[in-house]
Nanobody, 123 residues
């Protein structure tokens, strides 16, 4: 069983940075693709970024490209989402998700989900 656990959310001013972490239990982390999704109030869950078991990464909306970076540390069973130049529209609950091997931008492809961490960006 894989259980992702997110941390690192919080309140930050516009232009600031946060680094989200997601640690997934289990001994097979290096076979997992990990994804970050976010959901703002009243909106659907949105794909942010994903990284495959081999380290290939993909990003979702153009609004995060160049500002967000996903990375992983297999020795620590952890995936990170570095978020820079944050904007108020980045405010959302950020979820970490896991699936086997290949990454995906589709939430339905992920089998395991964390509880989410709140990111609030003030203007």
């Amino acid at each position: 069983q894989v259980q992702p656990v997110e941390s690192g959310g919080g309140l930050v001013q516009a232009g600031g940075s946060l680094r989200l972490s997601c640690t997934a239990s289990g001994r097979t982390f290096n076979t997992l693709a990990m994804g970050w999704f976010r959901q703002a109030p009243g909106k659907e869950r949105e794909f942010v970024a994903a990284i495959g078991w081999s380290g290939d990464s993909t990003y979702g909306p153009d609004s995060v490209k160049g500002r967000f970076t996903i990375s992983r540390d297999n020795a620590k069973n952890t995936v990170y989402l570095q978020m820079n130049s944050l904007k108020p529209e980045d405010t959302a609950v950020y979820y970490c998700a896991a699936k086997r091997y290949l990454s995906s931008s589709q939430a339905r492809d992920y089998n395991y989900w964390g509880q989410g961490t709140q990111v609030t960006v003030s203007s």
